[in-house]
């Protein structure tokens, strides 16, 4: 208590000495305590400050002021034209896009449009193509024509060699050319229509049979593939075989030959003293060449192999009774190597064939845009004697053959029932379209080649080795 007396008494004084400004109060505190307080005036400030203020603070926020109302000032006359084209800009994006989407709505239209047509067109195609089936595996019922006796020999089946559905049978027909129309066709039946007109793509026929046909008439048949051999492992999956047609010492005309083209490293050349052999599969040749092959365009020509040399357009004449190379020679812009083959693929880009006429390369060019190219060459020094270009690109073929200095190509290697669908005569520089039936029996044909001797096509049919008779029409 009695610092509480010393405080009163010190609080009197100094109220003295402030005369009288001085003031004391009692009261009882929150918690329920006295609470004892007095005030004092300051002698020389007239106010208090805040407590969050200071002259500095306040300073600032003056000019904080003047510069917000400088810079609403600069602005306000801006602003109206800057939100106005803001407005025009954003308007004319909008309405290209809305002309964008607009299009892209249409585009969406027209594809969905062309979308059904082509699915229309493929349904057509396949009733089609169901339809072309039916009719080639329908069986036309033959009977005899009204001017040949019914015990004619000729016209009985199984009398003379297979035919085509589209060519009738052969017969005596010499000065009679009645026996060409066939009485199973009946025109007015339109399942026949589409037959018939195939048929008049294709001239008539020689009725006196392939072995007597000396000519060089157009290719008008091809006999249903004969099997001679199917090959023992993957490694004959494709390959080539030939017959030399002017074969020399010191082997004849029987010896066949055969290289099995699948493999990264292909240098085996394996020789058959005749057909026989080669059925039985017992080599007497076996020849090691010097450089490896490209694919299957090899052919047999005058006692040399001729072939293209692997990852090159290098052509490559080998002479079998030396066992060495004769002669080479880079065929001019050929593609290699994958770049203008056949359909099949296999790097078929250059196609070594051999006819009556002499030897001859298939092949295409940056040039020609990858149509077919024939060139026939010397088989002396490979070089080229005469070049001519065709309108049918070569990636659009199966396999060509050429016969009688006259290219045929065949449309598809693995349909069953295909056809030689284009021929070009280097004799007139014309090409045409053509429509005679070939069969793929085992439905991967890989190589096919004419052989001039033997009037045959020679062809290598997944694993199998075919070949296949020919006729010619009569030579206009």
Avoid at 315 to 323: P, Q, T
Avoid at 457 to 469: C, E, F, G, P, R
Wanted: glycine share 8%; net charge neutral; hydrophobic share 30%.
């Amino acid at each position: 208590m009695w610092f509480l007396a010393v405080l009163c008494v010190s609080c009197l004084l100094m109220g003295t000495q402030a005369q009288s400004s001085a003031s004391f109060r009692r009261a009882n505190a929150g918690n329920g305590r006295c609470q004892y307080s007095f005030t004092v005036d300051s002698p020389t400030e007239a106010s208090c400050p805040s407590p969050g203020s200071s002259p500095e603070m306040e300073a600032l926020k003056s000019r904080l002021g003047l510069l917000e109302a400088l810079v609403a000032r600069l602005a306000g006359g801006e602003a109206v034209s800057e939100s106005s084209q803001g407005s025009g800009s954003q308007s004319g994006l909008q309405d290209a896009y809305n002309q964008l989407m607009g299009e892209n709505a249409q585009l969406q239209r027209e594809k969905q449009r062309l979308d059904r047509q082509v699915q229309d067109l493929q349904q057509r195609m396949e009733v089609l193509r169901q339809e072309a089936e039916r009719l080639r595996s329908r069986p036309c019922v033959q009977q005899p024509p009204p001017r040949v006796p019914q015990n004619d020999n000729s016209f009985r089946p199984g009398s003379g060699p297979a035919l085509s559905p589209l060519v009738s049978s052969p017969g005596n027909t010499q000065g009679d050319t009645s026996s060409l129309r066939d009485p199973a066709w009946h025109f007015s039946n339109p399942e026949y229509q589409e037959l018939t007109a195939v048929v008049t793509e294709v001239s008539a026929p020689n009725l006196e049979g392939p072995t007597d046909i000396s000519g060089c008439g157009d290719l008008v048949w091809v006999e249903d593939p004969e099997v001679h051999r199917k090959a023992d492992s993957i490694a004959g999956k494709y390959g080539v075989w030939m017959q030399d047609p002017e074969a020399k010492e010191p082997y004849g005309p029987e010896m066949v030959w055969r290289i099995d083209a699948v493999g990264s490293e292909v240098r085996q050349l394996f020789g058959y003293e005749n057909m026989d052999q080669l059925s039985r599969g017992f080599p007497t040749k076996v020849l090691l060449l010097p450089e490896s092959v490209e694919s299957t365009g090899a052919t047999m020509y005058k006692g040399s192999l001729y072939y293209q040399r692997r990852l090159s357009r290098t052509l490559i004449r080998y002479d079998l009774l030396s066992e060495s190379i004769a002669a080479r020679r880079d065929l001019p812009h050929a593609g290699f190597h994958g770049q203008f083959p056949y359909s099949w693929g296999g790097y078929t880009d250059i196609d070594l064939s051999v006819d009556e006429n002499g030897l001859w390369a298939i092949y295409s060019t940056n040039k020609a845009k990858g149509a077919i190219v024939i060139s026939q060459l010397d088989p002396h020094n490979l070089e080229v004697k005469g070049t001519w270009e065709t309108k049918i690109r070569k990636t659009s073929v199966a396999n060509a053959f050429m016969i009688c200095g006259k290219l045929y190509t065949v449309a598809s290697y693995t349909s069953p029932n295909t056809t030689v669908n284009y021929m070009y005569d280097t004799a007139t520089s014309q090409g045409k379209t053509i429509s005679v039936p070939f069969k793929n029996r085992y439905r991967y044909n890989s190589m096919v080649d004419y052989n001039p001797g033997q009037r045959k096509l020679y062809a290598w049919d997944n694993y199998y080795i075919v070949s296949y008779k020919v006729r010619l029409g009569k030579q206009e």
